[in-house]
Each structure stands twice: as structure tokens, then as C-alpha cells.
């Protein structure tokens, strides 16, 4: 078992592009969460999806925006990119309401 | 609106020291609560899951407590070694849309000296 893998491991963009990061699930899991860890800070709660609609959102503006494919994957886009985008985004699976497992992060550096 | 704090921010201990990391939360209906151990630039891996109907987790040399009225939770680390070095987050769980949602504390950094 692979567990969660995401991808790219790192990225470096400018302002006001856009950026889509990807995420597979552990083997069984049908839920996909999105988090955001800025330097220093601890991970915020983007948004979840689960068979494939947006089930839950945190506190993040409409630039951030997800899909979930049949095989359970999941893709972050952030459009219009700010200096402020710049983190660790961390993707987490679980089946049902049990325990999230996290992937290794996608680092990226908007300039 | 859930918060976390997790006290102290930062700590510095000799080897083999016994340590006690805190975690604090302000809303008292979770269903879980999670301690995890993140590497610099790295993923978490997940340390102890402390369900809401528990008192205590244990795995090695790491034990962890929960008191659900007060909203307290504490990591006992025992005999630290230099390889625990690492940044502690403790995450409450909450069921909410259907599904859970992990709410976190800024951290501990904790670092282990020889």
C-alpha cells in the first residue's frame, strides 16, 4: 500500500498564475481533505470531498477550487496566485468518518 | 469557533529527559483528538488518536491524555532522545457535513540535545 501520494513535491510560481496540485488516496478511502500549512503555523482546513462534490469548506476565498475524479483522486486548483499562497499544502484521506491520513505535501513558492 | 494552543512553542532538553507537551481547545464536543510529529518540510506522521471516550493512549515511549471537560490533552515523552527532535501539532477532530474535519495548534518545536 502506497499510502497518500501527492504530487508535484515542489513548485515555484508567480503572481496571478494559476496552479492545480494532485493527490491520490490510500487504497480504500473515499474521502479527500485539503489542508494549508504556511511556515510557523499549523495546517488549515481548506475543503473535503467525497464522491465527488465538495462536502465540507473552511475559511479559504473561491480562488480555491477542487475536483474529485471517480477513482476517488483528488486535484487543489488556486487561481490568481498571491505572494501569501506560498505553503505546505497537505492532502488527507480516510474512509467514512475514520481517521485522515496525510500524504507528504506539495511545497509551494509563489515569487 | 473551535481553537487549539498548544504550550510551549518551543523547547530545549538534554537527552533522556522526561517532557510533558500541552494542548488546549476551546469547544469540548470532539470526536477525537490527534497528536502528530512533523519533520521540517515534511508530512505528518500521526503519533497517538486519543478517541472522545478515552482517557489515555499509549504507544512506546509515548503517552498521551485527554480530558474532554477541561479541553486539555497532554504528550508525556519519556527518556527523549535526540531523534524526537521534531515539531508536536495536536488536532482535534470534529464531525461536521457528513464527514470530520482536523482543526490544529501551531505546534510545539521541540529539540533534543547530547
Known amino acids: 500500500d502506497a499510502g497518500v501520494t501527492q504530487s508535484p513535491t515542489h513548485l515555484i510560481k508567480t503572481r496571478g498564475q494559476q496552479v492545480t496540485l494532485r493527490c491520490s488516496p490510500k487504497s480504500g478511502h473515499d474521502t479527500v481533505s485539503w489542508y494549508q500549512q504556511a511556515l510557523g503555523q499549523g495546517p488549515q482546513f481548506i475543503f473535503q470531498?467525497?464522491?465527488?462534490?465538495?462536502?465540507q469548506r473552511g475559511n479559504f476565498p473561491d480562488r480555491f477550487s477542487g475536483h474529485q475524479f471517480p477513482n476517488y483522486s483528488s486535484e487543489l486548483n488556486v487561481n490568481a496566485l498571491l505572494l501569501g499562497d506560498s505553503a505546505l499544502y497537505l492532502c488527507?484521506?480516510?474512509?467514512?468518518?475514520?481517521?485522515?491520513?496525510f500524504g507528504p505535501g506539495t511545497r509551494l513558492t509563489v515569487l | 469557533k473551535q481553537e487549539v494552543t498548544q504550550i510551549p512553542a518551543a523547547l530545549s532538553v538534554p537527552e533522556g529527559e522526561n517532557l510533558v507537551l500541552n494542548c488546549s481547545f476551546t469547544d469540548s464536543a470532539i470526536y477525537n483528538l490527534q497528536w502528530f510529529r512533523q519533520d521540517p518540510g515534511k508530512g505528518l506522521t500521526s503519533l497517538l488518536l486519543?478517541?472522545?471516550?478515552?482517557r489515555e493512549q499509549t504507544s512506546g515511549r509515548l503517552n498521551a491524555s485527554l480530558d474532554k471537560s477541561s479541553g486539555r490533552s497532554t504528550l508525556y515523552i519519556a527518556a527523549s532522545q535526540p531523534g524526537d527532535s521534531a515539531t508536536y501539532l495536536c488536532a482535534v477532530v470534529i464531525l461536521t457535513g457528513g464527514g470530520n474535519k482536523l482543526t490544529f495548534g501551531t505546534g510545539t518545536q521541540l529539540k533534543v540535545e547530547l
Open positions: 486519543i478517541q472522545s471516550s478515552q
Open positions: 470531498y467525497y464522491e465527488e462534490e465538495e462536502r
Open positions: 488527507a484521506s480516510n474512509w467514512k468518518a475514520r481517521e485522515q491520513f
